[in-house]
T-cell receptor
Framework: GESVGLHLPTLSVQEGDNSIINCAYS??????FIWYKQESGKGPQFIID?????DKRQGQRVTVLLNKTVKHLSLQIAATQPGDSAVYFC??????????FGQGTRLTINP | GAVVSQHPSRVICKSGTSVKIECRSL??????MFWYRQFPKQSLMLMAT?????????EQGVEKDKFLINHASLTLSTLTVTSAHPEDSSFYIC?????????????FGPGTRLTVL
């Protein structure tokens, strides 16, 4: 069945460094991908999305890369700040179907 | 972005009682709403999808008679956990989408923490 998984369950980075969070997906029919940030006790917060006809999209301090050949998605956070500490989920969707969430990566920032 | 609210934010109830959770889209009309459940240190698992005015579509393994979903208006959906038991304790999150277009963003509520004693 469909699955979206993450390579690393935890990631620890130094404040100011760049963070890269990876995600693998298995549904080749997925055409829309989203990264969410979830802080403790809160709902997911939209960070950035990308459609399958693109391979890169940039936002404020964040970049999402999509490699459809190997079904890989990554989220890059530039100059990581303490406020970036959270669990990050990738999610994928095929057309108007349901969102499928990955297992999540916890990002911790070292001062 | 659009705002989705949930009420209550947390609820503690006794085993056997029923609990209702409300989900509201505050500044847009949500033709589709989704209910997720999240256990500690786990991902979000979709429970059901509801379209305004229609019966909800439940995911495999989710008991429709236990988790009653009502989506009576374009801004309100409710999830009722009937005869709650300790294993129903979880973080329940709703999400709303403005229309059924493939790339339309889903907005998430802040979640409701349910604890069943």
């Amino acid at each position: 069945g469909e699955s979206v998984g993450l390579h690393l369950p935890t990631l620890s980075v130094q404040e100011g460094d760049n963070s890269i969070i990876n995600c693998a997906y298995s549904n080749s029919a997925s055409d829309y991908f989203i990264w969410y940030k979830q802080e403790s006790g809160k709902g997911p917060q939209f960070i950035i999305d990308i459609r399958s006809n693109m391979d890169k999209r940039q936002g404020q301090r964040v970049t999402v890369l999509l490699n459809k050949t190997v079904k890989h998605l990554s989220l890059q956070i530039a100059a990581t700040q303490p406020g970036d500490s959270a669990v990050y989920f990738c999610a994928e969707r095929s057309g108007a179907q349901k969102l499928v969430f990955g297992q999540g990566t916890r990002l911790t920032i070292n001062p | 972005g659009a705002v989705v609210s949930q009420h209550p934010s947390r609820v503690i109830c006794k085993s056997g009682t029923s609990v209702k959770i409300e989900c509201r889209s505050l500044d847009f009309q949500a033709t589709t709403m989704f209910w997720y459940r999240q256990f500690p240190k786990q991902s979000l698992m979709l429970m059901a999808t509801s379209n305004e005015g229609s019966k909800a579509t439940y995911e495999q393994g989710v008991e429709k008679d236990k988790f009653l979903i009502n989506h009576a208006s374009l801004t309100l959906s409710t999830l009722t956990v009937t005869s709650a038991h300790p294993e129903d304790s979880s973080f329940y999150i709703c999400s709303a989408r403005e229309w059924s277009g493939a790339y339309n963003e889903q907005f998430f509520g802040p979640g409701t923490r349910l604890t069943v004693l």
